[in-house]
């Protein structure tokens, strides 16, 4: 097996590329979506970003301000849930 060869078939732009990143007001509802579909959801931030397909540096934005905001509380150990 060649790397070379798996590299060409690769996509160019990855998951989590800003390029593919939707616009805030969507990842807002999208995030807040999800935690009120899913009661007792709690997340660390590399794993809302997997859950979401985020930038590390995009999610950790977004769910700073859900905090700041009030819709989302951080634990004493770094997980996101939601404020209730």
Do not use: N
Not at 2 to 22: D, F, H, I, K, N
Not at 64 to 75: A, F, I, M, P, T
Request: proline fraction near 4%; include cysteine.
């Amino acid at each position: 097996m060649q790397l070379g060869a798996q590299r060409s078939e690769r996509r160019e732009v990855g998951r989590g590329m800003p390029e593919l990143e939707p616009a805030r007001e969507q990842l807002v509802s999208l995030i807040l979506g999800t935690y009120h579909e899913m009661p007792g959801l709690i997340l660390r931030l590399d794993q809302a970003a997997r859950l979401f397909g985020l930038r590390l540096q995009t999610c950790r934005v977004v769910m700073e301000d859900l905090v700041k905001s009030g819709w989302l509380r951080l634990s004493t150990d770094g997980q996101f849930l939601l404020d209730s």
